[in-house]
């Protein structure tokens, strides 16, 4: 259920808010401001949840997922398979993520940011395909995929010197602008 994630509860508490002042604050009734603040909401509607949300200066986004997320390919799984298996071993988990994530369309996948010990490369490449990923799609990029993952050293994935040139010419905006070097087909799958 959404609603356990909703923090209407502890807002109201930090502003030193009672019931009544928030019911005067939003607007609503005292029966609607107590059904948002419980964890089984019951028959509440997404304009409720956008007033409310609105009082405390917060945004609703609502996200179409499937029921199960299979939490083997989300950006956080994909990142502690590459470090149990190796570093060449993301050519299978990071592709293995692209496929889940075209298959499903679920934002959960790529929500959270592989943890910081990961390699460097790796990091800034996880982050460059999930902003090639979000383009194609049309998803807003989660934020931590929109910084800039820089490397000092260009790095030319394909590491065949014949294909430099190409992958210079090539590489997607997602990619370069973290000095990573791919093909137009990078994400692509036979």
């Known amino acids: 259920m959404l609603h356990k994630y909703l923090p209407f509860a502890l807002l109201r508490r930090a502003r030193k808010l009672s019931e009544r002042a928030l ?29 409310l949300a609105t009082f405390f200066d917060r945004e ?20 502690l398979k590459v470090e149990r298996d ?7 988990h990071f592709l293995d993520l692209v496929d889940e994530f075209r298959r499903t369309l679920d934002p959960r996948l790529i929500l959270l940011p592989p943890h910081e010990k990961l390699n460097p490369r790796l990091r800034a490449l996880l982050a460059s395909i999930v902003r090639d990923l979000t383009m194609q799609s049309g998803m807003s990029t989660p934020a931590w995929a929109t910084r ?18 190409s992958a210079l010419v090539e590489s997607p905006l997602a990619y370069r ?14």
């Open 86 to 92: 190796g570093f060449p071993s993301w050519k299978i």
């Open 23 to 51: 019911v005067r604050g939003v607007g609503m009734s005292r029966g609607a401001i107590r059904q948002l603040m419980i964890s089984d909401a019951g028959n509440t509607t997404l304009r409720s949840l956008d007033e």
């Open 177 to 190: 602008a973290n000095n990573i070097f791919v093909h137009n087909n990078f994400l692509s799958r036979a």
């Open 148 to 165: 800039k993952y820089f490397l000092e050293k260009p790095w030319f994935v394909s590491e065949m010197n014949s294909l430099k040139a």
């Open 60 to 79: 609703i986004e609502v996200l179409l997922t499937p029921q199960s997320i299979l939490a083997e390919f989300s950006t956080i799984a994909s990142a």
